[in-house]
């Protein structure tokens, strides 16, 4: 069982950042991919970022070049940063770890982010 406790959101200004963290019950090298992921006004949730055990990024497409996913594995911590945020990004976002062996997704309580215009 993953438990992930996510904190760091908040209401800022178009243009600001923030940066979201989220804490992991277990160490992160047992994960195989932590991620974020974001559930707007359309109740769609979609990918924001991921990281692999291994390193590895992937972004969105709309994040890219102002988003920015780390891991403080020290602190079993994965964090997002957020620059130049814009009121599209404005959502609910979630953390994310995925185990391959046996499949299973774990989920955090999600943090609201609002962006202002």
């Known amino acids: 069982q993953v438990q992930l406790v996510e904190s760091g959101g908040g209401l800022v200004q178009a243009g600001g950042s923030l940066r979201l963290a989220c804490e992991a019950s277990?160490?992160?090298?047992?994960?195989?991919?932590m991620g974020w992921y974001r559930q707007g006004p359309d109740n769609q949730r979609e990918l924001v970022a991921q990281?692999?055990?291994?390193?590895?990024?992937n972004y969105a497409a709309p994040v890219k070049g102002r988003f920015t996913i780390s891991t403080n594995n020290a602190k079993n911590t994965v964090y997002l940063q957020m620059n130049s945020l814009k009121p599209e990004d404005t959502a609910v976002y979630y953390c994310?770890?995925?185990?391959?062996?046996?499949?299973?997704?774990?989920w955090g309580q999600g943090t609201q982010v609002s962006v202002s215009s």
């Open positions: 994310n770890a995925y185990r391959g062996f046996p499949p299973k997704n774990y």
């Open positions: 990281i692999t055990s291994g390193g590895s990024t």
């Open positions: 277990v160490r992160l090298v047992s994960i195989d991919t």
